[in-house]
C-alpha cells in the first residue's frame, strides 16, 4: 500500500505520500471570496472551468494508472501510487482513528469516504479507467473551545505520488524535479457530482506537506473550479494556502504528491461522488 502525503495531515500511512504529512493543521472552508457552498446537485457542465475547457489544453504526458492503481511507466518520469484519506481514518487507514474522532466527535460528525476505502489499493474504474472516489465531506461543528474546530474535521482527499516507488507501509516519500523534466503543470478531466465551493486541488511539496499549496491557493480559500470539463493548472497559479498566511513559496522543484481535497465548511455537509480522468504532465 502507499501512503499519502499531500495537504492537510491527512493520514495515509499505508499508501505511498505519507498521509500523516497531510493533515492540514487549519484547512478552513471558510470562501472569503466566493459563496458558503452549495447544495448537492451536478454542476452544470461539461464546459470546464476558468482554466479549464473541453479541448485538451496543449502538450503534455499521460499519466495512465495500471490496475493496481500504480503511474505507469511514462516519458515524464512520475512514479506512484494513488491514495485516499480523510479526517475520520489514521495515518494506516484505520476507521476512527484520525484526527475527528480523536478530537471527540462521533462518526456522524466526521467526514468519510465510501470509495476508495482508504489504507486498501485505490484501483481505477474497471470499466473506464477513471479514478472515482465518493463519500461525505462534514461539516465543520464547534470544538469544546467554542470555536470552529478546522483542523479536526477537514474533509477527505484522494491524489497520487509522483516520486515514490516504494509500496511499502511507510515509504519514503520522494520528490519530484519537475523544470528538470521539462513539466510547466498538469492537467486533468473531473465529472460527477461535486458541490461548489469545496474543492482545492493540492500539489505536495517537502516544505509544505502538512498545510499544502494548491490552485489558486495564494489568492482564493479555494480553487476555483466551476462545474464538470477540463482543467490546466500550471506551476505559477499555485500557492498558499492563503488561510495560513506567510506560507513559503510553491517549489516546482519538490513536488511529492497532487491531491483533489474536498474541503469541509461550517455550512453544510458536502455528499460527492466524482471521477478524475485523463490525468497528463504538461510540457508547454
Avoid at 505520488?161 to 498538469?186: C, E, K, M, Q, W
Avoid at 455550512?267 to 504538461?282: K, M, R
Amino acid at each position: 500500500m502507499r501512503k499519502a502525503a499531500l495537504i492537510a495531515t491527512i493520514g495515509l500511512t499505508a499508501i505511498g505520500c505519507g498521509a500523516g504529512e497531510l493533515m492540514p493543521s487549519q484547512p478552513g472552508g471558510r470562501d472569503e471570496k466566493g459563496g458558503a457552498g452549495a447544495a448537492l446537485v451536478p454542476p452544470a457542465g461539461g464546459t470546464g472551468g476558468a482554466a479549464g475547457a473541453a479541448v485538451p489544453p496543449g502538450p503534455g504526458i499521460a499519466l495512465v494508472t495500471n490496475a493496481d492503481g500504480w503511474l505507469e511507466p511514462n516519458a515524464a518520469g512520475a512514479v506512484g501510487a494513488w491514495w485516499s484519506t480523510g479526517d475520520y481514518y489514521g495515518e494506516d487507514g484505520t476507521p476512527g482513528a484520525g484526527s475527528c474522532p480523536n478530537a471527540g466527535f462521533p462518526m456522524s460528525g466526521c467526514s468519510t469516504l465510501t470509495t476508495p476505502t482508504p489504507g486498501m489499493w485505490f484501483r481505477p474504474d474497471p470499466a473506464g479507467g477513471e479514478m472515482c472516489t465518493s463519500g461525505i465531506a462534514a461539516q465543520v461543528l464547534m470544538g469544546n473551545d467554542g470555536q470552529f474546530a478546522w483542523s479536526a474535521i477537514w474533509g477527505n482527499i484522494v491524489g497520487f505520488n509522483l516520486a515514490t516507488p516504494d509500496s511499502g507501509p511507510a515509504p519514503a516519500v520522494g520528490n519530484y524535479d519537475a523544470p528538470a523534466h521539462g513539466i510547466t503543470g498538469f492537467a486533468f478531466n473531473i465529472d460527477g457530482v461535486l458541490p461548489f465551493g469545496h474543492l482545492r486541488v493540492l500539489v505536495t511539496t517537502a516544505d509544505n506537506h502538512t498545510d499544502s499549496a494548491y490552485w489558486d491557493g495564494a489568492a482564493m480559500d479555494l480553487s476555483p473550479y466551476s462545474g464538470p470539463g477540463r482543467y490546466a493548472i500550471r506551476w505559477p497559479e499555485v500557492g498558499g494556502p492563503l488561510y495560513l498566511g506567510g506560507a513559503p513559496p510553491f517549489d516546482p522543484t519538490k513536488i511529492e504528491a497532487i491531491g483533489f481535497h474536498v474541503v469541509s465548511r461550517e455550512t453544510e455537509a458536502a455528499p460527492y461522488a466524482f471521477c478524475i480522468s485523463n490525468v497528463a504532465l504538461l510540457t508547454n
